[in-house]
């Protein structure tokens, strides 16, 4: 996180105080300036907390200060090449603080609307999903209905934004309640954007749809059926990416809809290449599987690792190896190699582990092996 945490930095601090105080003549920005000394031990998101109360602290003592003074100041500033890139995450953080602090009444609707629109410019020079969030939890149904109208936009990164900040599980993101507990508000921006002529924008909508199978699977497979009526090219690969997680769930209204149906089989394996490994190593494994049925077999293989966990039960973690099709009578071997390695995202614990195939959503071979820490 070294690395990424200098995506917000003095230099660019430095630069973000400059501009602004060129877009609002006579102003010095002397928070933003201060806290450029304040960032060095600070996680990437904690500098954007630092930031965006600097932005804020300084904003309010320009005249006539408020949302609209600011909004004002941070559109000029888009003339400025260097306006561009993460130091735009604390700039629209705290736009939205500005606008959510109107309170209620008529104002207030006008900086909660004219708010979308600057996040909206301000996303081609680097994403709003982060700051639209507050807006979401904020008001959902007028978001919804702005967000709505940029699945048409020209330009591909308010398009993205549209599906992108509306994830229920953007990563990094608040969650937005509203949003988990009404899974179909969104399919409406879903809809309008899997055949976008964009792979940027189609990625989020795979990705999206893959979120709302955490909490809503049916939806999901009645959306992804009710796009596969209505294809363009590039429909399927959207389809598979945003039932990824349902395919290895083994849900079986995703694995019909991919045409991933029960078959007749033979399953030979897992074989280890060893009973036994010391972190960090790799697991080799190989299988066959035979289609003993009278037709070709359409087949989803994955493979299933129990992991043990800290008090000594196991957690299973579903990894995918491919699509594969059988002719009848047909055998295919299958040679893979599974990395064990200490991670941020998985801590490993020693103990009796297992691995074992699943096949169309079938589980195969259950075998053990230990792991040593």
């Not at 933003?32 to 500098?47: F, I, K, M, N, P």
């Not at 009404?182 to 954007?193: G, I, K, N």
């Not at 990625?203 to 979120?211: C, E, G, I, M, T």
Request: proline fraction near 6%.
């Amino acid at each position: 996180m070294g690395v990424m945490n200098e995506l917000i930095n003095r230099e660019n601090v430095d630069a973000l105080a400059q501009i602004l105080g060129e877009a609002a003549p006579g102003s010095s920005w002397p928070h933003v300036v201060a806290c450029a000394s304040e960032l060095d031990q600070l996680s990437l998101r904690a500098r954007t907390d630092v930031v965006s109360g600097a932005v804020l602290a300084d904003a309010r003592l320009l005249p006539d200060p408020g949302y609209p003074t600011a909004a004002r100041t941070f559109r000029r500033a888009l003339t400025a090449a260097g306006f561009t890139g993460w130091i735009l995450w604390p700039v629209s953080e705290a736009a939205v603080t500005l606008a959510l602090e109107a309170g209620s009444g008529a104002d207030a609707r006008s900086d909660f609307d004219d708010c979308l629109a600057l996040l909206a410019e301000l996303t081609p020079r680097l994403t709003g999903e982060f700051a639209i969030r507050r807006l979401l939890a904020a008001d959902l149904e007028r978001s919804l209905q702005v967000i709505q109208g940029w699945t048409a936009h020209p330009d591909e990164h308010v398009r993205r934004l549209a599906s992108e900040g509306t994830r229920p599980y953007l990563p990094w993101a608040v969650r937005v309640p509203g949003i988990v507990l009404a899974p179909e508000s969104t399919v409406p921006l879903l809809d309008a954007l899997y055949r976008d002529p964009s792979d940027y924008v189609r990625r989020s909508v795979a990705n999206h749809l893959n979120d709302v199978a955490r909490h809503a699977p049916a939806l999901v497979v009645a959306t992804a059926q009710r796009w596969l009526s209505a294809p363009d090219s590039n429909t399927a690969s959207v389809v598979r990416h945003g039932l990824r997680t349902l395919i290895k769930n083994a849900d079986p209204g995703a694995l019909a809809l991919l045409g991933f149906v029960p078959a007749s089989l033979a399953v030979t394996g897992p074989r280890l290449d060893r009973d036994s490994l010391a972190l960090p190593g790799e697991l080799a494994f190989d299988f066959e599987i035979s289609n003993t049925g009278p037709g070709a077999a359409r087949l989803a293989v994955d493979y299933v690792v129990h992991y043990v966990k800290a008090n000594g039960t196991r957690s299973a973690k579903v990894f995918k190896i491919g699509a594969l099709t059988l002719a009848a009578g047909e055998t295919r071997s299958v040679t893979k190699r599974h990395a064990f390695r200490q991670m941020t995202t998985r801590v490993h614990h020693a103990g009796v582990h297992a691995l074992e195939l699943q096949i169309n959503g079938i589980r195969h071979g259950h075998t053990e092996f230990r792991v040593q820490v």
